[in-house]
């Protein structure tokens, strides 16, 4: 890289891949048609309760801060939400957004899809998910997207867009002073949105930042859980670590927080920092760049939040202050945007799994980026939301986590024509080698109600005329002897 222009063309290139990676993003910025629900008075602030459209009838529901003081437009942040249940209306989301909101800041917290009010599964009989909010919803709402050749991501991506769109139609805020941090997925978020939309002025993600090498062995050994949107597919094959996504916010100010003790590998943020740095070193803006270490474990701690703090007020013309003052978070349900505290339950819109579906049928034949071992593939989208993937073609989605839901259990599901290149021959009828079956590796998100899984299908092979195949989990299993299902007949004994 001989020069900044070099860069400048890199970064175009990079940003060209991050947004195929997700799928794309969508090509109108709709009517947001917002509105203000309710109104809580504080401590030097108040909070609006606010519903927008991101795209049509796909509600978004967020808390606006707004500081009591001063007068005129001010900074504001886009406070990114990470994996928890209640989304914006976690305690700890709750308190960084009233310290910022004391600091002079507007802040803007909304609920990711699949969180807070925001389920796409809400059992109203059951007053819950069906599966589980955060990673049951992701699992099953990523992985259907993934089947369409896109991402989960990039509808969060496109929500934090159209809350800048939002916060620009709002007459407290300096358009020229925008920033978002969050952390764990809210650093994801940040990240990413940060890095897509040059008007956020400041970009802070805290506990996201690695390096994509350790964080696949971290993946494995320490954060099994799937989560498509953490890790969008193509990553690695587009060569696109985490250092290329955080060079997409060069030269705004970028500012990294991590945690020594996280799971999320810290050798791996301080190698990407490096790298990043250096390139804002060399064109001359190495005041823009930082990075704060807390000695704790997996969380916006306060002394990372007042680095990030100090951080964000040198760029957006504040004040410096010292400490952070305590701030009393509310109950999750005086926070609630809607009456019930669901949107699929009180407004009439359209859920993800709609989205998605659409998005299938505009793409359908469109083709995905090659399998592992160089295999292409296109895929009938719109056939594959309705149930019928191909096993091989990556996975199988598993609503009863044996792979029954919507199947008999009879019917196999038939082989891509690429796997049939690489299946294994059949071995000869009888004897221990007959017996002999694959099992594909387990890819499920622990903790998913009812065992939401992505399985790779073991191959069925007939043997001495009789079907052999995987017993069900929700069958005991029984002895095999000469490849053959051996079970004791009534009043027999068995052996």
């Known amino acids: 890289m001989r020069g900044e222009a070099d860069l400048l063309a890199l970064q175009a290139d990079l940003r060209r891949k991050v947004v195929d990676l997700i799928g794309g993003l969508p090509p109108e910025r709709t009517p947001l048609a917002p509105r203000v629900t309710g109104t809580i008075a504080g401590d030097g602030y108040r909070i609006e309760k606010v519903v927008f459209e991101s795209l049509p009838g796909f509600h978004v529901t967020a808390l606006l801060y707004v500081p009591d003081a001063p007068a005129g437009p001010r900074p504001a942040v886009l406070l990114a939400c990470g994996h928890s249940p209640v989304g914006k209306a976690h305690p700890p989301y709750q308190e960084i957004a009233i310290r910022l909101a004391r600091r002079g800041y507007v802040v803007l917290c909304w609920d990711p899809v699949g969180q807070g009010e925001r389920s796409q599964f809400w059992d109203v009989q059951r007053g819950r998910s069906r599966y589980n909010l955060v990673c049951g919803e992701h699992a099953v709402l990523g992985n259907l997207a993934v089947l369409a050749g896109t991402s989960l991501l990039r509808w969060e991506v496109w929500d934090g867009l159209r809350a800048v769109d939002y916060l620009l139609i709002r007459s407290e805020v300096d358009p020229h002073r925008i920033s978002i941090t969050g952390t764990s997925g809210g650093g994801l978020q940040s990240a990413w949105i940060g890095a897509l939309d040059p008007r956020i002025t400041v970009v802070i993600p805290s506990c996201y930042v690695t390096a994509l090498p350790m964080r696949m062995a971290n993946r494995i050994f320490e954060d099994p859980d799937t989560d498509p949107e953490q890790d969008p597919y193509g990553l690695v094959s587009e060569g696109v670590d985490h250092a290329g996504l955080l060079l ?248």
């Open 248 to 495: 997409l916010v060069y030269p705004r100010p970028l500012f990294v927080a991590s945690a020594v003790k996280d799971f999320v590998p810290i050798e791996g943020a301080r190698q990407t920092l490096h790298e990043v740095a250096s390139f804002y070193r060399r064109f001359g803006h190495a005041d823009r760049v930082g990075m704060a270490e807390g000695y704790h474990e997996h969380r916006y701690s306060l002394e990372n939040q007042e680095a990030a703090f100090a951080f964000l007020d040198r760029f957006n013309e504040q004040p410096p202050r010292a400490g952070l003052p305590p701030a009393q978070a509310r109950e999750a349900e005086a926070l609630w945007c809607t009456p019930s505290g669901q949107v699929r339950v009180d407004l009439h819109g359209r859920s993800l799994l709609e989205l998605v579906r659409d998005y299938a049928r505009q793409n359908r034949g469109r083709k995905l980026r090659p399998l592992p071992g160089g295999a292409s593939r296109r895929l009938d989208l719109a056939a594959g939301l309705r149930g019928r993937f191909h096993a091989g073609a990556g996975h199988r989605l598993a609503g009863h986590g044996d792979g029954t839901r919507g199947r008999r259990r009879d019917r196999p599901f038939p082989p891509p024509p690429w796997r049939a290149r690489h299946a294994a021959p059949a071995p000869a009828p009888g004897g221990r080698a007959a017996r002999a079956r694959v099992a594909g590796p387990l890819l499920c998100r622990q903790g998913a109600a009812r065992g939401l899984a992505l399985r790779r299908a073991p191959p069925r092979r007939r043997l001495g005329g009789r079907l052999l195949r995987r017993p069900s989990a929700r069958r005991e299993p029984h002895a095999l002897q000469g490849g053959l299902d051996r079970r004791p007949r009534a009043g027999q004994a068995r052996r």
